[in-house]
């Protein structure tokens, strides 16, 4: 065998054993997703139709929006997520992947936004998302001369902070300390106005952009509609923004639980105050958080009379907001289709052929478990591979696997309360 050919052989049976990996563990990678694919086509069908509806450009009536897929535990809910990240930077746009824990809560989206920008993967290019976007900028193109325009709309539904400092970008590329500071900003830091005044009055144009108070969480709302036209500007199509195991939110504190529900209302209903914005996204939850939570907590009564009890106007409209994002909890999932014979005979064939190129074998046929339609898909793949593992040490043992059903905890956990707070009300850059 040439050089070349050891060289290929090595790297595909390194490949066939990162997947194996990372499908034992239960968390796909690009080689486990790769080899084994989705077949969850309702969900493909619809994340197609947002892909297209952000790809079509120009002025819409309504925004794309997003999805929100619902599963059980291990039924491959992350999987799902992973294909269609895949899916989405072959058709050139950027992708995040969230993952909603203690450090990010739902309801704050300074930290998702942080985190979001953190996770980016751009088409193509391996480094800093913010660093490679802004180095793709086409000053030149179309799409950044529509950046420039809709910044300096009158009726811009961002800070006048994302217009000047796009323009303070240009005007002081010699700085370049000031302008990485300008794209850190962007990136989710803060920037002091003061400096923001004193160098548009060196460039003759503090008049043009007159800096009103922001907080912190106007800013980052802002920058979710900011950032996907930054990025359209540089050459891609948009932002997906993938926000998963949501259902961490039935864990937090009655009035934190009504804050995320406007999130995932704003997030899978789509930014009604900037319907053209290139983003879309997709959130997973359990599929029994409904029973869990909005029943079980009674969610869907208490907190929208708990808001209203206030007697205010914000909280009558966070009442409203909530409400809308328990709807879509109750109404809006795309749930995952448990695996038919079809499709384990399917995904066992293939995961063999893995097996067997990861070890230069040829596995023997296994058992597995017995397939009833409370398994779940993640049960069959670890049975498989521990079945094959096994077999492969000591061909004449015949392993006795169980499978227990795993008991996601949605009850209130006091060590949330707080958690991934930050005083976001404060005025930005002061």
């Not at 992350?78 to 990240?85: F, N």
């Not at 420039?148 to 994302?162: A, G, I, M, T």
């Not at 003061?194 to 922001?214: C, F, I, M, V």
């Not at 009035?255 to 997973?284: F, H, I, N």
């Amino acid at each position: 065998m040439s050089e070349r050919r050891v060289v290929a052989a090595d790297a595909e049976r390194m490949q066939s054993r990162r997947a194996l990996e990372a499908l034992r563990a239960g968390v796909p990678n690009r080689d486990a997703v790769s080899a084994l694919g989705s077949l969850q086509t309702a969900v493909e069908d619809r994340f197609t139709e947002l892909l297209d509806t952000v790809r079509s450009r120009g002025e819409r009536a309504e925004p794309p929006g997003g999805m929100l897929i619902g599963g059980g535990f291990g039924s491959g809910k992350s999987h799902v997520l992973e294909h269609l990240a895949h899916r989405a930077l072959d058709a050139g746009f950027v992708v995040s992947k969230v993952v909603i824990s203690k450090e990010t809560a739902l309801h704050d989206p300074v930290k998702v936004f942080r985190a979001a920008i953190e996770d980016a993967r751009v088409p193509g290019r391996p480094g800093s998302a913010i660093d490679e976007i802004v180095g793709a900028l086409q000053p030149d193109s179309p799409d950044y001369a529509g950046l420039y325009r809709w910044l300096h709309r009158d009726d811009s539904p961002v800070d006048s902070r994302f217009a000047a400092s796009l323009f303070l970008y240009e005007y002081a590329k010699g700085d370049a300390e000031f302008a990485d500071r300008i794209v850190q900003f962007w990136g989710g830091e803060r920037l002091a106005v003061a400096d923001l005044r004193r160098r548009l009055k060196e460039a003759g144009a503090a008049s043009t952009y007159p800096l009103a108070k922001a907080t912190e969480r106007e800013l980052a709302l802002e920058r979710f509609r900011f950032v996907p036209r930054l990025m359209q500007a540089a050459g891609f199509h948009g932002w997906v923004v993938l926000l998963d195991e949501v259902e961490l939110i039935g864990r937090y504190s009655l009035l934190q639980r009504a804050k995320s529900y406007v999130e995932v209302a704003r997030w899978v209903r789509g930014d009604r105050e900037d319907p053209a914005a290139p983003l879309c996204a997709v959130l997973t939850t359990v599929d029994d958080f409904e029973a869990q939570v909005l029943v079980d907590k009674n969610d869907l009564e208490l907190i929208p009379k708990r808001l209203r009890m206030k007697g205010t106007a914000e909280h009558d409209l966070l009442a409203s907001q909530a409400e809308a994002g328990m709807r879509v909890i109750e109404r809006d999932q795309v749930r995952l289709q448990p695996p038919d014979r079809d499709e384990l005979d399917r995904t066992y064939t293939k995961l063999k052929a893995i097996h067997a190129r990861a070890f230069g074998w040829d596995p023997p046929d296994v058992e597995g478990l017995e397939r009833l339609p409370s398994n779940r898909m993640r049960q069959y793949v670890r049975a498989w591979i521990n079945e094959w593992d096994l077999r492969r040490l000591d061909p004449a043992y015949v392993p006795d696997i169980a499978a227990n059903e795993v008991v996601v905890d949605l009850t209130e956990d006091v060590d949330l309360e707080g958690a991934g707070l930050q005083p976001e009300d404060r005025p930005a850059g002061e």
